[in-house]
């Protein structure tokens, strides 16, 4: 009887071992990125409602959105910080930057800051011709956060097609307000939230690209060059 005690106990241990080396990497992984993709999915809503408030003229509405993206992304580190503990046990792998999170966090302080500005609309002087160029790039931002979240869950890289396009006739058509003078009739107030507009656009940009950088490190495990991480 002890004896085969022990072999049930035994056999049961080396049960629990296989199914945790087998369930766990499907499930360190599947978390940690159905999580980014909710993330991602957020911050299109607020870049889309963004976009509209420029359209439309108007201040930008306050939105709960913030609040429940602080704590999607939240959610996406602590899973990110089980999946490497389970690593560090040798019990699943994966195959997530650690970059992600922290690339995702400045995207959410790029959304903070355009929206800081857009509590306001723009000068009237300006929102003729600024205004449609930076909808234009939100929405190609918006674009490029449901392509990530796309390349994210299919596991491949993200498509880059005719995004680049919005941000440069946005530099283009800043470049030429300042250029006309028009924007030295402003107050103080309005030219630094006009310079802060584009300030912000141009770092969500690059905080983007950089986010589809470690995107596609996913799907071709060669790490890209990059700045800021």
Not at 21 to 37: E, G, N
Not at 129 to 153: F, K, M, S, V, Y
Request: net charge negative; hydrophobic share 50%; with cysteine.
């Amino acid at each position: 009887f002890v004896f085969d005690r022990i072999v049930e106990i035994g056999l049961g241990g080396v049960i629990g071992v296989l199914a945790m080396v087998l369930i766990f990497p499907a499930r360190s992984h599947t978390v940690v990125v159905s999580r980014s993709v909710t993330v991602l999915a957020r911050m299109r809503k607020l870049l889309l409602a963004e976009a509209e408030a420029l359209d439309r003229g108007e201040a930008l509405a306050p939105s709960l959105e913030h609040a429940a993206l602080r704590q999607a992304l939240t959610a996406v580190e602590q899973a990110l910080k089980d999946a490497d503990r389970e690593r560090a046990s040798r019990l699943a792998d994966h195959r997530i930057p650690s970059a992600i999170p922290r690339t995702l966090w400045r995207v959410r302080n790029d959304l903070v800051a355009i929206g800081n500005v857009l509590r306001e609309p723009l000068p009237a002087t300006i929102a003729s011709t600024l205004a449609p160029a930076a909808a234009n790039l939100l929405r190609a931002e918006a674009e490029l956060t449901q392509r990530c979240a796309i390349a994210l869950d299919a596991v491949t890289v993200v498509s880059r097609e005719d995004l680049s396009a919005a941000h440069f006739a946005f530099t283009e058509t800043f470049s030429g307000l300042r250029q006309s003078g028009v924007m030295r009739a402003l107050d103080f107030n309005a030219v630094g939230r006009t310079f802060g507009l584009a300030y912000t656009l141009d770092g969500l940009h690059r905080d983007l690209a950089d986010l589809a950088d470690r995107i596609d490190e996913i799907a071709t495990g060669i790490p890209e060059p990059t700045v800021n991480s």
